[in-house]
Structures are given as C-alpha cells and as structure tokens.
C-alpha cells in the first residue's frame, strides 16, 4: 500500500496561489520598512553569481513572483547568460526589481552594506519558509533551478 505525501510536502498546492503570492509580497514590504543598514546601490555586483560565488536560494512563491515579473514584461523564457549573471540582468539593470527575490534584498553586496544579519529578518524568512509549505514546496532552491518550473 502507498502512503500519500504529507499535504505539506505535497508538489501541488491545494488551494489558490493568489492570496499566499500576496503574503510573500506583504514580506516583502515588512523588509522595506525595517530599519536595516543594507541599501541597493545598482552596482550589479552581486548579480553577478558566477564572479561573487553566490547564488541566491529562493522558495516557491519568490520563484513564482519573479517568474509572473519576467512574464508580464513580455518575455517567456529565461535568459543564459555566458559571464553567469542573473538571467534577469539586463544591459546593467535588474529586469524585475520590484519583483527580486528576498535573498536579493538581503543580500551580500560589500557596497549595499553587507548581508543582513540573520536574526533582524529570522521571522520573515520563517513566513516565506511557511508560505513555500502551502505552495507545496520542499524548502528554498537554488535560483535557477527554483525559477525554471515557472517560465
């Protein structure tokens, strides 16, 4: 006899993705109003993976956010890039800023201001992490691989 999945491990998500896509935005606002030290700067370093190392992690509704950003703007497949950038690295500019990811908001870049410290933003990454559950994920994935599903 097969036993199911746990529903909160389940690839599906059992309900409508709208409202929990609302709540990884609503993160996203809560992070903008704290009072961290890191400040984007533009500089794109930190896009660039293959160079700093680094790769952001994202969980499911990120992943489908930043998909539906690159989607709205007309384009349907992810870029590869030959240098290892972000596909969504364009001509310098983030293609769906308002849209990136969180592990983009905290991020490592030395000019921004470093990474967020872990503990200032523990409780929003544990409602992404609760929010990834209901979206059937299985915990953060690295970018690539966490986007594709969605373009």
């Not at 030290?37 to 896009?47: A, E, Q, V």
């Not at 190392?53 to 890039?81: C, F, H």
């Amino acid at each position: 006899m097969k036993s199911k999945p746990s529903p909160a491990r389940s690839r599906k998500p059992d309900r409508d993705t709208a409202p929990l896509l609302q709540q990884v935005r609503e993160v996203y606002a809560e992070l903008a109003t704290r009072p961290l030290r890191g400040n984007c700067t533009g500089r794109t370093t930190c896009c660039r993976f293959q160079l700093t190392g680094k790769t952001p992690y994202l969980t499911r509704g990120e992943a489908m956010i930043a998909a539906q950003a690159w989607r709205a703007s007309g384009r349907k497949q992810m870029p590869a890039s030959a240098d290892g950038a972000c596909p969504f690295l364009k001509q310098g500019l983030c293609q769906i800023y308002e849209s990136r990811p969180f592990g983009c908001r905290t991020h490592f870049c030395e000019a921004a201001g470093g990474q967020t410290p872990r503990a200032l933003v523990r409780d929003l990454i544990q409602r992404l992490e609760d929010i990834d559950l209901a979206l059937g994920g299985e915990g953060a994935s690295q970018f690539h691989a966490a986007i594709k599903p969605f373009l």
